[in-house]
C-alpha cells in the first residue's frame, strides 16, 4: 500500500509540473518566425470554400504569409483586425494583430496592398489569422 501511494505521489508531482510548464510556455515571437506558407488572400478563402477539410489540414495552427489589399480596418477593444479582400463579397481573410508584437504600423488605408504573417485559425465565413505581424 506505501508503495502505491509513493507512486501515485510521484506521478501527481510529475503531472503537475508538466503543466506549471505548459501553463508557463513561452509565446512564440511572430516577428521572428518563418512562415510556413506564403498565399494570396484570394487563393486562401478559396481553399477552404473549395475543400474546407483539406485546407484546415494545410493550414491551422501553421505561420501563414497571407498577401492582399486592404477591405477594412476595426478596433475592438485595443485588438486592431484588418480584413483582406479575397473576392467574395460574403468573406475576406481576417488579420488580427498580434497584441505580444510591437509594430511599425496599426492604421491601413483601403486598398493598400499589405502581408501579414500569423497563425491560422480557421474558417467561419472569414479565414482568420491570429496574432499577426506586417511582413515588409
Known amino acids: 500500500m506505501k508503495k502505491i501511494l509513493i507512486i501515485i505521489a510521484v506521478l501527481a508531482i510529475g503531472g503537475g509540473f508538466f503543466a506549471y510548464q505548459m501553463y508557463n510556455k513561452p509565446h512564440k515571437d511572430m516577428t521572428s518566425a518563418e512562415s510556413d506558407l506564403a498565399i494570396s488572400s484570394t487563393d486562401l478563402l ?25 477591405l477594412s480596418v476595426s478596433n475592438e477593444e485595443g485588438i486592431t483586425k ?15 494583430l498580434d497584441e505580444l508584437s510591437d509594430h511599425e504600423r496599426t492604421s491601413f488605408e483601403e486598398g493598400e496592398s499589405v502581408t501579414f504573417k500569423g497563425l491560422c485559425t480557421g474558417y467561419l465565413m472569414d479565414v482568420v ?8
Open 46 to 70: 478559396a481553399a477552404f470554400e473549395s475543400d474546407e477539410t483539406s485546407a484546415n489540414d494545410l493550414y491551422n495552427d501553421k505561420v501563414v504569409a497571407v498577401t492582399g489589399n486592404v
Open 129 to 136: 489569422l491570429v496574432r499577426c505581424v506586417e511582413v515588409k
Open 82 to 96: 484588418v480584413t483582406l479582400d479575397a473576392g467574395n463579397p460574403l468573406g475576406g481573410v481576417i488579420c488580427q
